[in-house]
Protein backbone atom coordinates (compact mmCIF):
# COMPACT_ATOMS: atom_id res chain seq x y z
CA UNK A 1 0.00 0.00 0.00
CA UNK A 2 3.21 2.59 0.04
CA UNK A 3 4.28 4.72 -2.46
CA UNK A 4 7.50 3.09 -3.92
CA UNK A 5 9.50 4.51 -6.22
CA UNK A 6 12.42 2.08 -8.53
CA UNK A 7 15.32 3.51 -9.89
CA UNK A 8 13.70 6.78 -11.39
CA UNK A 9 15.62 8.31 -13.86
CA UNK A 10 14.98 11.86 -15.90
CA UNK A 11 17.43 12.49 -18.67
CA UNK A 12 15.43 15.60 -20.40
CA UNK A 13 19.05 17.25 -21.60
CA UNK A 14 22.99 16.85 -21.20
CA UNK A 15 22.48 16.44 -17.55
CA UNK A 16 20.52 14.05 -15.12
CA UNK A 17 17.52 15.78 -13.42
CA UNK A 18 16.95 12.50 -11.54
CA UNK A 19 19.05 9.89 -11.28
CA UNK A 20 18.37 6.10 -10.12
CA UNK A 21 16.33 7.67 -7.21
CA UNK A 22 14.06 5.08 -5.66
CA UNK A 23 11.97 5.64 -2.56
CA UNK A 24 9.28 3.59 -0.77
CA UNK A 25 7.29 6.08 0.97
CA UNK A 26 4.64 4.62 3.84
CA UNK A 27 1.37 6.05 4.78
CA UNK A 28 0.79 8.17 7.27
CA UNK A 29 4.23 9.83 7.22
CA UNK A 30 6.29 13.26 6.56
CA UNK A 31 9.17 12.86 4.46
CA UNK A 32 11.54 15.85 3.30
CA UNK A 33 13.44 16.08 0.64
CA UNK A 34 16.97 18.40 1.43
CA UNK A 35 18.96 19.33 -1.25
CA UNK A 36 20.16 22.59 -2.88
CA UNK A 37 18.42 24.22 -5.75
CA UNK A 38 18.60 22.47 -9.37
CA UNK A 39 19.05 19.53 -7.06
CA UNK A 40 15.83 17.67 -8.19
CA UNK A 41 13.36 18.36 -5.82
CA UNK A 42 10.90 19.76 -7.65
CA UNK A 43 11.72 17.26 -10.77
CA UNK A 44 10.88 14.12 -7.91
CA UNK A 45 8.09 15.95 -6.90
CA UNK A 46 6.48 16.96 -10.54
CA UNK A 47 7.40 13.05 -11.46
CA UNK A 48 4.93 11.84 -8.42
CA UNK A 49 2.34 14.07 -9.59
CA UNK A 50 2.68 12.56 -13.01
CA UNK A 51 3.49 16.22 -14.45
CA UNK A 52 6.87 14.36 -15.83
CA UNK A 53 7.53 11.16 -16.68
CA UNK A 54 10.49 9.56 -15.75
CA UNK A 55 12.98 8.46 -18.81
CA UNK A 56 13.31 4.69 -16.36
CA UNK A 57 11.97 3.61 -13.51
CA UNK A 58 9.05 2.82 -11.42
CA UNK A 59 6.66 4.44 -10.00
CA UNK A 60 3.30 2.40 -7.88
CA UNK A 61 0.97 3.23 -5.28
CA UNK A 62 -1.31 0.79 -3.73
CA UNK A 63 -0.02 -1.79 -6.07
CA UNK A 64 -1.10 -0.01 -9.12
CA UNK A 65 1.69 1.27 -12.09
CA UNK A 66 1.28 5.11 -11.11
CA UNK A 67 2.79 5.88 -14.63
CA UNK A 68 0.04 4.61 -16.63
CA UNK A 69 -2.13 7.18 -14.44
CA UNK A 70 -2.67 10.59 -15.80
CA UNK A 71 -2.54 13.47 -13.38
CA UNK A 72 -5.70 14.08 -13.32
CA UNK A 73 -6.95 10.85 -12.06
CA UNK A 74 -3.78 10.34 -9.81
CA UNK A 75 -5.68 12.60 -6.68
CA UNK A 76 -2.55 14.02 -5.38
CA UNK A 77 -2.21 17.26 -4.10
CA UNK A 78 0.76 20.01 -4.75
CA UNK A 79 1.83 23.30 -3.25
CA UNK A 80 4.37 24.77 -5.19
CA UNK A 81 7.03 27.50 -4.14
CA UNK A 82 5.45 30.31 -6.25
CA UNK A 83 1.98 31.13 -4.67
CA UNK A 84 0.00 29.72 -7.37
CA UNK A 85 -3.85 30.07 -7.12
CA UNK A 86 -6.58 30.58 -9.61
CA UNK A 87 -6.48 34.53 -10.34
CA UNK A 88 -10.24 34.25 -11.64
CA UNK A 89 -11.52 32.86 -8.50
CA UNK A 90 -12.49 34.17 -5.37
CA UNK A 91 -10.65 31.85 -2.01
CA UNK A 92 -13.89 30.41 -1.51
CA UNK A 93 -13.88 29.06 -5.39
CA UNK A 94 -10.69 28.16 -5.06
CA UNK A 95 -10.79 25.73 -2.23
CA UNK A 96 -13.82 24.48 -3.87
CA UNK A 97 -12.25 24.19 -7.21
CA UNK A 98 -10.67 20.34 -7.47
CA UNK A 99 -13.91 19.20 -5.14
CA UNK A 100 -16.61 20.37 -8.15
CA UNK A 101 -14.20 19.02 -10.15
CA UNK A 102 -14.44 15.30 -8.27
CA UNK A 103 -18.09 16.02 -8.44
CA UNK A 104 -18.72 15.97 -4.81
CA UNK A 105 -22.24 16.65 -3.16
CA UNK A 106 -22.40 20.31 -2.00
CA UNK A 107 -22.92 19.38 1.64
CA UNK A 108 -19.28 17.54 1.48
CA UNK A 109 -17.79 20.23 -0.04
CA UNK A 110 -18.78 22.87 1.95
CA UNK A 111 -17.87 21.06 5.00
CA UNK A 112 -14.71 20.12 3.20
CA UNK A 113 -13.49 23.58 2.49
CA UNK A 114 -15.16 24.91 6.15
CA UNK A 115 -12.47 22.65 7.62
CA UNK A 116 -9.68 23.46 5.31
CA UNK A 117 -10.12 27.34 5.89
CA UNK A 118 -10.18 27.09 9.35
CA UNK A 119 -7.33 24.68 9.53
CA UNK A 120 -5.15 27.41 7.32
CA UNK A 121 -6.78 30.25 9.70
CA UNK A 122 -8.09 32.24 6.70
CA UNK A 123 -12.21 31.99 7.78
CA UNK A 124 -13.55 35.66 7.32
CA UNK A 125 -11.83 35.71 3.93
CA UNK A 126 -13.80 33.22 1.95
CA UNK A 127 -14.95 36.42 -0.88
CA UNK A 128 -11.83 37.80 -1.28
CA UNK A 129 -10.56 37.90 -4.51
CA UNK A 130 -6.53 36.08 -4.56
CA UNK A 131 -4.80 39.21 -5.54
CA UNK A 132 -5.77 41.11 -2.92
CA UNK A 133 -3.78 38.60 -0.27
CA UNK A 134 -0.44 39.19 1.12
CA UNK A 135 2.13 35.95 -0.03
CA UNK A 136 1.67 34.39 3.06
CA UNK A 137 -2.28 34.71 2.73
CA UNK A 138 -1.93 33.07 -0.73
CA UNK A 139 -0.05 30.59 0.29
CA UNK A 140 -2.27 29.60 2.93
CA UNK A 141 -5.04 29.37 0.31
CA UNK A 142 -3.12 27.03 -2.16
CA UNK A 143 -2.56 24.95 1.24
CA UNK A 144 -6.42 24.70 2.05
CA UNK A 145 -7.35 23.97 -1.49
CA UNK A 146 -4.84 21.21 -0.97
CA UNK A 147 -6.07 19.71 2.44
CA UNK A 148 -9.82 19.93 1.16
CA UNK A 149 -8.93 17.62 -1.09
CA UNK A 150 -8.05 14.99 1.30
CA UNK A 151 -5.29 13.65 -1.35
CA UNK A 152 -3.71 10.50 -0.35
CA UNK A 153 -0.63 12.14 -1.64
CA UNK A 154 0.27 15.68 -0.87
CA UNK A 155 3.15 17.47 -2.11
CA UNK A 156 4.78 20.74 -0.97
CA UNK A 157 7.42 22.03 -2.85
CA UNK A 158 9.27 24.64 -1.33
CA UNK A 159 6.27 25.93 -0.02
CA UNK A 160 7.86 28.75 2.73
CA UNK A 161 10.76 29.82 0.19
CA UNK A 162 9.30 32.78 -1.07
CA UNK A 163 8.00 34.42 2.49
CA UNK A 164 10.32 36.74 3.77
CA UNK A 165 11.59 35.99 7.39
CA UNK A 166 8.42 36.55 10.06
CA UNK A 167 6.37 34.89 7.98
CA UNK A 168 8.26 31.98 6.79
CA UNK A 169 9.12 31.41 11.21
CA UNK A 170 5.04 31.77 11.68
CA UNK A 171 3.71 29.81 8.87
CA UNK A 172 6.49 27.03 9.71
CA UNK A 173 5.35 26.95 13.06
CA UNK A 174 1.75 26.39 11.85
CA UNK A 175 2.69 23.96 9.59
CA UNK A 176 3.75 21.47 12.13
CA UNK A 177 0.40 22.01 13.74
CA UNK A 178 -1.55 21.38 10.83
CA UNK A 179 0.71 18.27 9.46
CA UNK A 180 0.02 16.98 13.04
CA UNK A 181 -3.57 17.58 13.10
CA UNK A 182 -4.84 18.20 9.80
CA UNK A 183 -3.90 15.11 8.15
CA UNK A 184 -5.36 11.70 7.74
CA UNK A 185 -3.12 8.29 8.84
CA UNK A 186 -4.09 7.51 4.96
CA UNK A 187 -1.82 10.64 3.59
CA UNK A 188 1.86 10.74 2.59
CA UNK A 189 3.22 13.95 3.06
CA UNK A 190 6.22 14.86 0.96
CA UNK A 191 7.95 18.16 1.77
CA UNK A 192 10.73 19.67 0.03
CA UNK A 193 13.24 22.02 1.00
CA UNK A 194 16.65 23.88 0.91
CA UNK A 195 16.48 24.64 4.50
CA UNK A 196 17.88 22.36 6.86
CA UNK A 197 16.69 23.66 10.12
CA UNK A 198 12.66 23.06 8.40
CA UNK A 199 14.32 19.33 8.06
CA UNK A 200 15.08 19.54 11.93
CA UNK A 201 12.02 21.37 12.83
CA UNK A 202 9.59 18.68 11.01
CA UNK A 203 11.43 15.54 12.02
CA UNK A 204 10.54 13.74 9.42
CA UNK A 205 12.23 11.06 6.93
CA UNK A 206 14.66 12.58 4.99
CA UNK A 207 16.36 11.81 1.98
CA UNK A 208 19.31 14.27 0.93
CA UNK A 209 19.35 15.39 -2.96
CA UNK A 210 22.13 15.96 -5.20
CA UNK A 211 22.62 16.65 -8.86
CA UNK A 212 19.14 14.13 -8.98
CA UNK A 213 20.74 11.71 -6.63
CA UNK A 214 20.37 10.17 -3.22
CA UNK A 215 22.91 11.05 -1.17
CA UNK A 216 21.41 9.81 2.05
CA UNK A 217 18.05 8.50 3.60
CA UNK A 218 17.26 8.25 7.09
CA UNK A 219 15.73 9.74 10.03
CA UNK A 220 16.02 13.79 10.35
CA UNK A 221 18.40 13.39 13.45
CA UNK A 222 20.17 10.39 11.72
CA UNK A 223 20.99 13.01 9.08
CA UNK A 224 21.95 15.43 11.15
CA UNK A 225 24.57 13.19 13.34
CA UNK A 226 25.88 11.34 11.33
CA UNK A 227 26.08 12.72 7.37
CA UNK A 228 27.27 9.87 5.61
CA UNK A 229 29.92 12.01 3.51
CA UNK A 230 30.79 16.02 3.01
CA UNK A 231 28.63 16.77 0.66
CA UNK A 232 25.86 15.87 3.09
CA UNK A 233 27.27 17.52 5.65
CA UNK A 234 27.63 20.60 3.69
CA UNK A 235 23.72 20.14 2.33
CA UNK A 236 22.52 19.56 5.99
CA UNK A 237 24.05 22.34 7.96
CA UNK A 238 23.21 25.92 7.62
CA UNK A 239 25.64 27.24 7.22
CA UNK A 240 27.51 24.78 6.01
CA UNK A 241 29.64 22.31 8.13
CA UNK A 242 33.42 23.56 8.40
CA UNK A 243 35.91 21.59 6.53
CA UNK A 244 39.62 21.37 7.31
CA UNK A 245 42.31 19.30 5.72
CA UNK A 246 43.99 17.95 8.28
CA UNK A 247 45.81 14.68 9.86
CA UNK A 248 45.72 12.84 12.84
CA UNK A 249 48.80 11.35 14.76
CA UNK A 250 49.16 9.39 18.33
CA UNK A 251 49.05 12.68 19.84
CA UNK A 252 47.05 15.24 18.19
CA UNK A 253 45.07 16.53 15.43
CA UNK A 254 46.83 18.85 13.09
CA UNK A 255 45.68 21.39 10.51
CA UNK A 256 46.79 24.94 10.02
CA UNK A 257 49.58 24.20 11.73
CA UNK A 258 47.54 24.04 14.60
CA UNK A 259 47.19 21.21 16.96
CA UNK A 260 44.82 20.15 19.25
CA UNK A 261 44.06 17.18 21.67
CA UNK A 262 42.56 14.10 20.08
CA UNK A 263 38.81 14.01 21.11
CA UNK A 264 37.50 10.44 22.12
CA UNK A 265 35.43 9.37 19.59
CA UNK A 266 38.99 9.87 17.69
CA UNK A 267 41.04 7.39 19.86
CA UNK A 268 40.51 3.81 17.62
CA UNK A 269 40.88 6.44 14.79
CA UNK A 270 43.64 5.57 12.41
CA UNK A 271 46.72 7.81 11.83
CA UNK A 272 46.28 9.31 8.44
CA UNK A 273 45.18 12.53 6.61
CA UNK A 274 41.63 13.36 6.72
CA UNK A 275 38.74 15.94 6.07
CA UNK A 276 38.30 16.98 9.57
CA UNK A 277 33.97 18.68 9.89
CA UNK A 278 33.23 20.80 12.39
CA UNK A 279 29.94 23.03 12.17
CA UNK A 280 30.15 26.95 12.63
CA UNK A 281 28.19 26.51 16.27
CA UNK A 282 31.17 24.86 17.74
CA UNK A 283 33.82 27.39 17.30
CA UNK A 284 33.83 30.21 19.99
CA UNK A 285 35.81 32.85 20.74
CA UNK A 286 38.48 32.48 23.00
CA UNK A 287 41.42 34.59 24.06
CA UNK A 288 43.82 31.75 24.63
CA UNK A 289 42.73 30.57 21.00
CA UNK A 290 44.32 29.93 17.31
CA UNK A 291 44.74 33.44 15.76
CA UNK A 292 42.63 34.00 12.28
CA UNK A 293 41.96 36.17 10.04
CA UNK A 294 38.32 37.80 9.38
CA UNK A 295 37.62 38.28 5.71
CA UNK A 296 33.42 39.07 6.70
CA UNK A 297 31.17 39.59 9.15
CA UNK A 298 27.59 38.99 8.87
CA UNK A 299 24.54 39.96 11.37
CA UNK A 300 21.83 37.96 11.03
CA UNK A 301 19.28 38.32 13.63
CA UNK A 302 20.88 38.00 17.03
CA UNK A 303 23.78 36.15 15.14
CA UNK A 304 26.75 36.95 13.78
CA UNK A 305 28.62 35.22 10.80
CA UNK A 306 32.37 35.04 10.89
CA UNK A 307 34.04 34.19 7.97
CA UNK A 308 37.68 33.63 8.69
CA UNK A 309 40.70 32.79 6.67
CA UNK A 310 43.99 31.01 8.01
CA UNK A 311 46.48 29.43 5.47
CA UNK A 312 44.54 27.60 2.91
CA UNK A 313 41.72 27.52 5.06
CA UNK A 314 37.89 29.11 4.94
CA UNK A 315 35.91 28.55 7.74
CA UNK A 316 32.35 30.16 9.11
CA UNK A 317 32.30 30.97 12.88
CA UNK A 318 28.85 31.09 14.55
CA UNK A 319 28.92 33.66 17.38
CA UNK A 320 25.39 34.08 19.46
CA UNK A 321 25.58 37.45 20.11
CA UNK A 322 26.10 40.91 17.81
CA UNK A 323 29.25 41.94 17.16
CA UNK A 324 31.11 44.43 15.37
CA UNK A 325 34.07 43.37 13.84
CA UNK A 326 36.53 44.96 11.33
CA UNK A 327 37.64 43.20 8.37
CA UNK A 328 40.74 41.81 8.17
CA UNK A 329 41.40 41.87 11.95
CA UNK A 330 42.64 38.78 13.59
CA UNK A 331 40.50 37.00 15.98
CA UNK A 332 41.41 33.90 18.30
CA UNK A 333 38.33 31.17 18.13
CA UNK A 334 38.85 28.07 19.65
CA UNK A 335 37.15 24.60 18.60
CA UNK A 336 35.45 21.90 20.00
CA UNK A 337 37.89 19.13 19.66
CA UNK A 338 34.73 16.60 20.75
CA UNK A 339 32.50 17.69 17.94
CA UNK A 340 34.96 17.16 14.54
CA UNK A 341 33.81 14.40 12.76
CA UNK A 342 36.33 12.80 10.35
CA UNK A 343 35.76 12.20 6.74
CA UNK A 344 38.14 9.90 4.91
CA UNK A 345 40.03 11.62 1.99
CA UNK A 346 37.19 9.85 -0.50
CA UNK A 347 34.45 12.32 1.32
CA UNK A 348 33.34 9.62 3.55
CA UNK A 349 32.16 9.63 6.77
CA UNK A 350 34.51 7.23 9.22
CA UNK A 351 34.05 8.90 12.57
CA UNK A 352 31.64 11.35 14.00
CA UNK A 353 30.68 12.81 17.63
CA UNK A 354 27.52 10.75 17.99
CA UNK A 355 29.05 7.58 17.25
CA UNK A 356 27.97 6.98 13.22
CA UNK A 357 30.96 5.49 11.38
CA UNK A 358 28.96 4.40 8.35
CA UNK A 359 30.93 4.40 5.49
CA UNK B 1 8.47 72.18 -10.21
CA UNK B 2 5.58 70.15 -10.00
CA UNK B 3 2.78 72.93 -10.96
CA UNK B 4 5.38 72.74 -14.24
CA UNK B 5 4.59 69.25 -14.71
CA UNK B 6 0.74 70.04 -14.44
CA UNK B 7 0.61 72.74 -16.33
CA UNK B 8 2.47 71.09 -19.18
CA UNK B 9 0.55 67.82 -18.54
CA UNK B 10 -2.53 69.54 -18.95
CA UNK B 11 -1.34 71.70 -22.18
CA UNK B 12 -0.50 68.37 -23.91
CA UNK B 13 -3.52 66.41 -22.86
CA UNK B 14 -5.55 69.46 -24.27
CA UNK B 15 -3.50 70.24 -27.07
CA UNK B 16 -4.09 66.29 -28.26
CA UNK B 17 -7.71 66.23 -27.53
CA UNK B 18 -8.25 69.44 -29.82
CA UNK B 19 -5.86 67.51 -32.95
CA UNK B 20 -7.92 64.18 -32.09
CA UNK B 21 -11.17 65.60 -31.93
CA UNK B 22 -11.09 69.07 -34.39
CA UNK B 23 -11.13 66.61 -37.71
CA UNK B 24 -13.83 65.04 -36.61
CA UNK B 25 -16.01 68.13 -35.33
CA UNK B 26 -15.07 69.56 -39.07
CA UNK B 27 -16.30 66.20 -40.84
CA UNK B 28 -19.73 66.26 -38.42
CA UNK B 29 -20.47 70.16 -40.15
CA UNK B 30 -18.95 69.69 -43.24
CA UNK B 31 -21.26 66.13 -43.71
CA UNK B 32 -24.52 68.54 -43.49
CA UNK B 33 -23.52 70.95 -46.00
CA UNK B 34 -24.51 71.24 -49.27
CA UNK B 35 -22.14 72.32 -52.71
CA UNK B 36 -22.76 76.31 -51.58
CA UNK B 37 -21.32 76.01 -48.21
CA UNK B 38 -18.80 73.83 -49.28
CA UNK B 39 -17.38 76.09 -51.82
CA UNK B 40 -18.48 79.61 -51.23
CA UNK B 41 -15.97 80.18 -47.95
CA UNK B 42 -14.53 78.77 -44.59
CA UNK B 43 -17.83 78.01 -42.41
CA UNK B 44 -17.81 76.02 -38.75
CA UNK B 45 -21.02 76.65 -37.19
CA UNK B 46 -24.55 75.41 -38.83
CA UNK B 47 -27.47 77.69 -39.01
CA UNK B 48 -25.11 80.68 -37.74
CA UNK B 49 -22.50 80.10 -40.94
CA UNK B 50 -24.44 78.19 -43.23
CA UNK B 51 -28.14 76.29 -43.25
CA UNK B 52 -27.32 72.75 -42.45
CA UNK B 53 -28.94 70.25 -45.05
CA UNK B 54 -29.40 66.42 -44.79
CA UNK B 55 -28.70 65.83 -48.41
CA UNK B 56 -25.43 64.31 -47.60
CA UNK B 57 -26.64 61.83 -45.37
CA UNK B 58 -29.51 61.15 -47.25
CA UNK B 59 -27.52 60.26 -50.58
CA UNK B 60 -25.82 57.15 -48.14
CA UNK B 61 -29.35 55.41 -48.13
CA UNK B 62 -30.92 56.06 -51.39
CA UNK B 63 -30.44 53.95 -53.98
CA UNK B 64 -28.43 54.33 -57.43
CA UNK B 65 -31.56 54.40 -59.19
CA UNK B 66 -32.88 57.45 -57.31
CA UNK B 67 -28.78 58.89 -57.95
CA UNK B 68 -27.90 58.00 -54.14
CA UNK B 69 -25.10 55.51 -53.58
CA UNK B 70 -26.55 53.00 -51.31
CA UNK B 71 -23.65 52.08 -48.30
CA UNK B 72 -26.47 50.21 -46.29
CA UNK B 73 -25.60 46.74 -47.85
CA UNK B 74 -22.63 47.05 -48.07
CA UNK B 75 -22.13 48.19 -44.33
CA UNK B 76 -23.47 44.80 -43.33
CA UNK B 77 -21.23 43.19 -45.39
CA UNK B 78 -18.61 44.64 -43.72
CA UNK B 79 -19.98 43.72 -40.29
CA UNK B 80 -20.48 40.56 -41.60
CA UNK B 81 -17.48 39.61 -43.03
CA UNK B 82 -14.88 41.52 -40.18
CA UNK B 83 -16.95 39.68 -37.04
CA UNK B 84 -17.13 36.02 -38.74
CA UNK B 85 -13.14 36.58 -39.99
CA UNK B 86 -12.45 37.80 -36.40
CA UNK B 87 -14.72 35.34 -34.43
CA UNK B 88 -12.88 32.41 -36.11
CA UNK B 89 -9.11 34.35 -36.35
CA UNK B 90 -9.16 34.77 -32.55
CA UNK B 91 -11.06 30.79 -31.79
CA UNK B 92 -8.24 29.38 -34.38
CA UNK B 93 -5.24 31.69 -33.36
CA UNK B 94 -6.14 31.55 -29.36
CA UNK B 95 -5.64 27.46 -29.83
CA UNK B 96 -2.51 27.84 -31.96
CA UNK B 97 -1.13 30.45 -29.04
CA UNK B 98 -1.75 27.58 -26.35
CA UNK B 99 -0.01 24.95 -28.31
CA UNK B 100 2.93 27.03 -29.18
CA UNK B 101 3.10 28.51 -25.73
CA UNK B 102 2.79 24.83 -23.87
CA UNK B 103 4.43 22.30 -25.71
CA UNK B 104 7.59 22.01 -28.04
CA UNK B 105 7.52 21.41 -31.46
CA UNK B 106 10.39 20.07 -33.41
CA UNK B 107 10.41 18.91 -36.91
CA UNK B 108 14.04 19.20 -38.07
CA UNK B 109 15.05 22.77 -37.66
CA UNK B 110 11.91 24.26 -36.63
CA UNK B 111 11.06 25.14 -33.14
CA UNK B 112 8.54 26.92 -31.71
CA UNK B 113 9.63 30.64 -32.01
CA UNK B 114 9.52 29.55 -35.86
CA UNK B 115 6.49 28.43 -36.17
CA UNK B 116 5.25 31.56 -34.06
CA UNK B 117 7.56 33.53 -36.60
CA UNK B 118 6.02 32.18 -40.17
CA UNK B 119 2.61 33.26 -38.30
CA UNK B 120 3.49 37.15 -38.04
CA UNK B 121 5.99 36.40 -41.51
CA UNK B 122 2.41 36.58 -43.13
CA UNK B 123 2.20 39.98 -42.23
CA UNK B 124 5.81 41.30 -42.43
CA UNK B 125 4.76 40.83 -46.60
CA UNK B 126 3.30 43.66 -48.65
CA UNK B 127 -0.60 43.14 -49.25
CA UNK B 128 0.33 43.35 -52.88
CA UNK B 129 2.63 40.38 -52.98
CA UNK B 130 -0.33 38.58 -52.14
CA UNK B 131 -2.81 40.07 -54.07
CA UNK B 132 -2.54 38.12 -57.23
CA UNK B 133 -1.93 34.59 -55.53
CA UNK B 134 -5.00 35.34 -53.32
CA UNK B 135 -7.06 36.01 -56.68
CA UNK B 136 -5.87 33.48 -58.42
CA UNK B 137 -6.85 31.09 -55.50
CA UNK B 138 -10.28 32.59 -54.81
CA UNK B 139 -10.95 32.42 -58.56
CA UNK B 140 -9.86 28.76 -58.77
CA UNK B 141 -12.25 27.78 -55.60
CA UNK B 142 -14.63 30.16 -57.45
CA UNK B 143 -15.20 32.31 -53.77
CA UNK B 144 -13.96 35.31 -56.40
CA UNK B 145 -16.37 38.25 -55.25
CA UNK B 146 -18.03 36.16 -52.30
CA UNK B 147 -18.48 37.40 -48.80
CA UNK B 148 -17.17 33.53 -48.35
CA UNK B 149 -14.19 34.28 -50.21
CA UNK B 150 -13.50 37.75 -48.62
CA UNK B 151 -13.68 35.91 -45.13
CA UNK B 152 -11.24 33.05 -46.17
CA UNK B 153 -8.89 36.02 -47.14
CA UNK B 154 -9.83 38.20 -43.57
CA UNK B 155 -8.89 34.96 -41.38
CA UNK B 156 -5.29 34.55 -43.19
CA UNK B 157 -5.01 38.23 -42.52
CA UNK B 158 -6.10 38.48 -39.22
CA UNK B 159 -5.20 35.33 -37.63
CA UNK B 160 -1.64 35.69 -37.31
CA UNK B 161 -2.39 39.09 -35.58
CA UNK B 162 -4.35 36.72 -32.67
CA UNK B 163 -1.68 34.07 -32.52
CA UNK B 164 1.31 36.89 -32.03
CA UNK B 165 -0.63 38.68 -29.03
CA UNK B 166 -1.78 35.45 -27.43
CA UNK B 167 1.47 33.70 -27.83
CA UNK B 168 2.84 36.22 -25.62
CA UNK B 169 -0.32 36.34 -23.36
CA UNK B 170 -0.01 32.68 -22.40
CA UNK B 171 3.49 33.05 -22.28
CA UNK B 172 2.76 35.26 -19.34
CA UNK B 173 0.49 33.46 -17.44
CA UNK B 174 2.76 30.50 -15.41
CA UNK B 175 3.21 27.30 -16.71
CA UNK B 176 2.54 25.91 -12.87
CA UNK B 177 -1.11 27.40 -13.06
CA UNK B 178 -2.17 24.43 -15.89
CA UNK B 179 -0.37 22.26 -13.78
CA UNK B 180 -2.03 22.83 -10.93
CA UNK B 181 -5.52 22.19 -12.88
CA UNK B 182 -4.08 19.23 -14.27
CA UNK B 183 -3.39 18.10 -10.31
CA UNK B 184 -6.78 19.38 -9.05
CA UNK B 185 -8.58 17.00 -11.69
CA UNK B 186 -9.02 18.87 -14.65
CA UNK B 187 -7.83 17.11 -18.01
CA UNK B 188 -5.83 19.21 -20.27
CA UNK B 189 -9.31 20.46 -22.09
CA UNK B 190 -10.62 21.39 -18.58
CA UNK B 191 -8.21 23.02 -17.87
CA UNK B 192 -7.90 25.26 -20.73
CA UNK B 193 -11.15 26.15 -21.09
CA UNK B 194 -11.73 26.29 -17.09
CA UNK B 195 -8.50 27.98 -16.15
CA UNK B 196 -6.68 29.30 -18.65
CA UNK B 197 -9.01 30.99 -20.51
CA UNK B 198 -10.96 32.60 -17.78
CA UNK B 199 -7.84 34.40 -16.77
CA UNK B 200 -6.81 35.45 -20.63
CA UNK B 201 -10.13 37.31 -21.45
CA UNK B 202 -8.07 40.78 -21.16
CA UNK B 203 -5.53 39.22 -24.06
CA UNK B 204 -8.49 37.78 -25.76
CA UNK B 205 -9.78 41.97 -25.91
CA UNK B 206 -6.91 42.95 -26.95
CA UNK B 207 -6.32 40.49 -29.42
CA UNK B 208 -9.57 41.06 -30.70
CA UNK B 209 -10.03 44.43 -31.10
CA UNK B 210 -6.88 44.61 -33.14
CA UNK B 211 -8.72 41.89 -35.12
CA UNK B 212 -11.66 43.98 -35.65
CA UNK B 213 -9.76 47.05 -36.91
CA UNK B 214 -7.10 45.63 -39.23
CA UNK B 215 -10.68 43.60 -40.68
CA UNK B 216 -12.40 46.59 -40.55
CA UNK B 217 -10.46 49.41 -42.10
CA UNK B 218 -8.75 47.26 -44.85
CA UNK B 219 -9.08 48.13 -48.02
CA UNK B 220 -6.92 46.79 -50.35
CA UNK B 221 -8.15 43.36 -50.37
CA UNK B 222 -11.79 44.26 -50.20
CA UNK B 223 -10.83 46.02 -53.76
CA UNK B 224 -9.08 43.74 -55.65
CA UNK B 225 -11.06 40.68 -54.78
CA UNK B 226 -14.77 42.15 -55.43
CA UNK B 227 -16.59 43.39 -58.21
CA UNK B 228 -20.41 43.81 -58.63
CA UNK B 229 -21.53 40.89 -56.77
CA UNK B 230 -20.29 42.08 -53.09
CA UNK B 231 -19.23 45.17 -51.83
CA UNK B 232 -17.27 46.13 -48.44
CA UNK B 233 -17.62 49.74 -47.27
CA UNK B 234 -13.86 51.40 -47.56
CA UNK B 235 -14.61 50.24 -51.26
CA UNK B 236 -17.70 52.40 -51.41
CA UNK B 237 -17.00 54.96 -49.29
CA UNK B 238 -14.13 55.62 -51.72
CA UNK B 239 -16.59 55.28 -55.02
CA UNK B 240 -18.35 58.12 -53.58
CA UNK B 241 -15.30 60.10 -55.21
CA UNK B 242 -17.15 61.68 -58.74
CA UNK B 243 -16.05 64.08 -61.09
CA UNK B 244 -17.07 66.75 -58.03
CA UNK B 245 -15.90 65.60 -55.25
CA UNK B 246 -19.14 65.11 -52.59
CA UNK B 247 -17.68 66.74 -49.01
CA UNK B 248 -20.80 66.39 -47.55
CA UNK B 249 -21.32 62.66 -48.05
CA UNK B 250 -17.52 61.80 -47.84
CA UNK B 251 -18.08 63.14 -44.33
CA UNK B 252 -20.86 61.57 -43.95
CA UNK B 253 -19.97 57.98 -44.65
CA UNK B 254 -16.74 58.53 -42.92
CA UNK B 255 -18.73 59.21 -39.68
CA UNK B 256 -20.66 56.19 -40.30
CA UNK B 257 -17.70 53.93 -41.08
CA UNK B 258 -15.56 54.85 -37.89
CA UNK B 259 -18.96 54.48 -35.70
CA UNK B 260 -18.80 51.25 -34.96
CA UNK B 261 -15.03 51.64 -33.78
CA UNK B 262 -15.80 53.92 -31.47
CA UNK B 263 -18.35 52.11 -29.94
CA UNK B 264 -16.02 49.09 -29.36
CA UNK B 265 -13.07 51.07 -28.51
CA UNK B 266 -15.39 52.46 -25.75
CA UNK B 267 -16.30 48.82 -24.21
CA UNK B 268 -12.81 47.82 -24.68
CA UNK B 269 -11.80 50.93 -22.70
CA UNK B 270 -13.69 50.13 -19.42
CA UNK B 271 -11.49 46.73 -19.22
CA UNK B 272 -8.51 48.17 -20.49
CA UNK B 273 -8.67 51.29 -17.71
CA UNK B 274 -9.89 48.64 -14.72
CA UNK B 275 -6.26 47.70 -15.15
CA UNK B 276 -7.62 43.86 -16.23
CA UNK B 277 -4.71 43.40 -18.46
CA UNK B 278 -1.71 43.19 -16.48
CA UNK B 279 -3.24 42.97 -13.08
CA UNK B 280 -5.14 39.50 -13.70
CA UNK B 281 -1.67 37.58 -13.34
CA UNK B 282 1.42 38.29 -12.07
Known amino acids: ?152 ILLLDEPLVNLDYKLREQLREEFKRIFSEGLSQDTILIYSTTDPQEVMELNGEVIVLDEGKVLQKGPAKEIFENPSNLKVAEISNDPPMNVLKGSKNSKNLNFENISLEIPNHFKNLEDKDYNFGIRASEIKLDENGEEFEIELAEISGSETLLHLKRGNSKIIALIEEVMNFKIHEKVKINFNANKFYAFGEDEKLVSSPYGGTNG | MSKLYTFLKYFFITFWTVFVVAPFLWAVSTSFKDFQSVNSKVTYIPWLDFEPTLEGWRVLIKSPAKGGVDIVEPYFNSIFVTCTASLISIVLGTLAAYALSRFTFKAGFVRNNDITFFFISQRIMPPIVLSIPFFIFLSTIGLLDSLLGLVVVYIVLLMPIAVWIMVDFFNRVPKELDETALIDGCNPYQAFYKVVLPNSIPGLIVAGMFCIIFGWIDFFFAFILTFTEVQLLPVKVVALNSSITPWWSLSASALVSVAPLIIVAFIVERYLSKGNLSGALK
Open chain 1, 1 to 152: MNLIGEKISYKPDEQFHLNDVSFNFKKGNLYTILGRTLSGKTTLLKTIAGLLNPDQGSISFEEKDFIKIPVWERNVAMVYQQFINYPHLNVYENITFPLEQRKLSPEQIKKDVDEALKTVGLVGFENRKIQELSGGQQQRVALARSLAKKAK
